[in-house]
């Protein structure tokens, strides 16, 4: 396996810096590795190096990419030869909330999707659940305002701050039931090849059931307590582009490394 990072655009020989220590590991523990120019996407360009090879499979470890970016991501791996260890269908599998809400609903908080357009008020005003959680398919809001909604407006009003800081809506929009939760007891796993990984060596059950369900290669798995200690499922998310939190590098090195 190769894993492909962007670049550092102030040191070429470097990934960018958040990923540079997992590279230097990887690369120090016998693994192919190569960089590339991230913003050179927008333009088809595509000229990591090392050279990717004829039948060489491909993990990109990097910045989240919308669906559009990610396509073009998979065909450049192929006009190479390659095959990307995470094809476009299932990258969308843990990228987009629908896409594994269904397999994994009675472990998460009860969701409904909906377009963002005249009648989302409205949808949101039948449902009549007095607190709402708002997000797109992907991301919830960042700012200071935060993302849970006491009325419809309130819903509309979370809306506008994801595309003003986020630029766009991914997807649709995802209204989530509010539970009360331990914050300070979320975790996040992995999953590559079926096997649960955990940053600190126990996983808990309802990750191993998780893995059951989800049918993609690599991929996150956020699990908190709700403040009646019932594990709840937070989110899925490719592993390519999620963060490793509270990972330490070597931990999560030798996970790449055992599956490389």
Known sequence: MRIIYPLNPLESKEADEPYQEEFSFLKSNGVDCSLFDFDALDFDEFRPKPKIFNGDVVLYRGWMLNPERYRKLVDLVKSKDAMPVTTYDKYLNCHHLPSWYDSCAEFTAESRFFADDENLTKNVEALGW???????????????????????????????????????????????????????????????????????????????DIAQRIDAPFYSVDIIQRDNGVYRLVEVGDGQVSDKKTWSTSIFSKMLLENA
């Open 130 to 208: 007095g607190a709402y959680f708002v997000k797109d398919f992907v991301k919830s809001n960042s700012t200071e305002r935060g993302s849970i909604a006491s009325s419809p407006e309130e819903v509309t009003e979370i809306v506008e701050l994801i595309k003003k800081y986020r630029g766009e809506i991914e997807g649709g929009i995802a209204i989530r039931r509010v539970e009360n939760y331990n914050e300070e007891t979320e975790t996040r796993y992995f999953v590559f090849n079926g096997k649960a990984y955990s940053p600190e060596g126990k996983v808990p059950e309802i990750v191993l």
